[in-house]
């Protein structure tokens, strides 16, 4: 699990096609909803691994069961919800009240590359995707999907 722990993951938000041409399938011999296709509005893939500031392995596995898996490619659009994510962001606040979260020495540097910079990683990526939720909010059909 430690290797799932620091593998790097990638969210997409997806709204419906916004085509404006009729397409038919020719297996199926009908006209195609574009509803029925999305198209990405939106890709982040954060520099570190997020689940290294969480200091308890048991939670580190449920969020990411969470994030991870409730929002897989293969659930429905419905199940991908914007305001699915909001749930699991609430879960990430409850873990950083609880001081369940700490800060870590990152990768990244000062502007004269003398020292590296620490962060919270979880609370930063909350507050990424807080940002990312409110800018698609009045967006219908939006889905989520992490890989």
């Known amino acids: 699990m430690e290797a799932d722990r ?22 199926e ?39 991870v898996e409730g929002f897989s490619p293969d659930r429905s659009d419905d199940e991908r919800s914007l305001e699915a994510l909001q749930n699991v962001l609430e879960e990430i606040r409850k873990v950083i009240a609880e001081k369940k979260a700490g800060w870590k020495t990152c990768q990244q540097t ?20 807080t940002w990312v939720c409110n800018v698609f909010a009045d967006v219908p059909g939006i889905s989520i999907i992490v890989r």
Not at 11 to 19: A, E, G, K, M, Y
Not at 31 to 49: C, H, I, L, N, Q
């Open 110 to 129: 000062d502007d004269d590359g003398d020292f590296n910079l620490q962060a919270n990683l979880l609370l930063s990526f909350l507050h990424h995707l």
């Open 29 to 67: 011999k009908a006209s195609v909803e574009p509803g029925r296709f999305r198209e990405e509005v939106y890709t982040w893939e954060p520099a570190e691994s997020i689940w290294d500031s969480i200091q308890d392995a048991n939670v580190t596995d449920h969020l990411r069961e969470l994030l």
């Open 6 to 27: 620091v593998r790097p993951f990638q969210i997409t938000f997806l709204r419906p096609s916004s085509w404006e041409r009729d397409l038919f399938d020719v297996e």
